[in-house]
Every structure is written in C-alpha cells, then in structure tokens.
C-alpha cells in the first residue's frame, strides 16, 4: 500500500527510498502475497520506472514477484488484476513466460466461471483493452495470446462500445494489429466503437488505430478497411 499510494502521487524522486521500497517488498516470502498486492507492488514500481541506478533493483523485485504470482491460485485473480501485473511487466520490459502462461491460466479460469471476463466496476472494456496490450507491448504470441482472445471475447461482446474510453478503444486496435488478431466479432465490436468515436480521438489515438489499418490492408482481411463503414477511417490509410 505504501508503494502504491507514493507511486500515485507521482512525487517520489530519491532512488534510496525506492530501494528501500523494493528491499522491504523482497523480505516478504513469495507465498504470504494475495492477488491485490502483488498487483499493487508490480504497478507501483513500473509506475517508479526503471533508470540505470535502479535497473538491479527492479529487476531483482519482479523475480520476486514473479515467484510470488506463481503461488497465486488461478481463480483468486480478477480480470483487474490480470491487467495491472501483465501491465507493469510491459512497463518494465520484463517478459516472463511463467508468469504470462499463469495469468493466461487465470483469465481462462475467469472465463468459465458464470460471470466470465467480465468486470462490474470502472470501465469494463479497459481490462480487456489492457491485457491485449501489455501482450503486444511483450510481444508474446500463441498459444497464450489465443487463450485469452478466446477467453475475453464473449465478456467484451457484451459490453456497448459508448460507454468504452478511447484510449482504451485505440489500445485494443493496437494490440490487434501487433498480436495479427482479426477475428471477426471483434472487428466488427472494433468498428462500432469506432464509429462512436473516432471524430474524437487525438493523434496518438489515431496513429493506433492506424497500425491495425495498415495490417488489415496487407494481410486483406476485410471490415476496417477503404469502405468498411466509418468513412473517417479512408482517411487513415
């Protein structure tokens, strides 16, 4: 908690204190960390950032916590928190292929459970949205990535693109593009969303949405692209 409420005030600066942070986190064995504090402690330090001073440091926690995600049993994890540990991983740079099968294991879990993927509180899409991300961001290919598309699919179908954010939107087309995504549901929800909006979004949004364009345009595969429905979208290519 104590991490986590300094990493928010974005006013931490003395890399002795973040250490001494990070220390104190990597007293704590591996198996006594529930879900929301391994979640809190990896954000927390991605949102620190990672410096040359620093880069042992960092590194030695996420081993850490590493160890500690891989106690965690699948179903005790949320889709929030799935998001925010697969997120700071992206942030550090680190891709560890045991904690990324873990979290695959736990979004599956979460995917036959009766609520499924979905979450209740905040932007429902953004978790979704995230998780693709931070995949992308690690470049981690399948099966994993399968996994989960199959896994949230249905949980975002159901949710009404208006209500998304558009960064969130501009996230996902993203990480479809760079994971080479295209199924069709999810094109067609993408293109909903789109077209609530698009007329909005600012250049970095737009430059995202551009990416997964592009790729459609050179793997041919239709629903985004020249006459797809959102005219705005010819301007992009």
Known sequence: NLANAYAKTDIVTEEAFIKHLALAAMHIPPHVFQPQSVANIANAFAKFGVKESNQATVEDLFHHIS??????KPEALDMQNVANILNA???????????????????????????????????????IANILHALAVLDVRDPDVRRIVDAVLPALLRIEPDVCQEQGVANLA???????????????????????????????CLRQVQQLLITMELDGVCGLGKGGGVPLLDDLL
């Open 67 to 72: 160890a500690a995600t891989l106690t965690l």
């Open 174 to 204: 993203w990480a479809c593009a760079v994971l080479r995504v295209t199924d069709a549901p999810l094109m067609d929800w993408l293109l909903s969303a789109l077209s609530v909006h698009l007329q909005t979004m600012n250049w970095s």
């Open 89 to 127: 991983y992206a942030k550090v740079g680190m891709r560890e292929s045991k904690v990324v099968r873990a979290m695959t294991d736990a979004v599956s879990s979460m995917a036959s459970s009766p609520n499924g993927c979905l979450i209740v509180s905040g932007d429902p899409h953004q978790a």
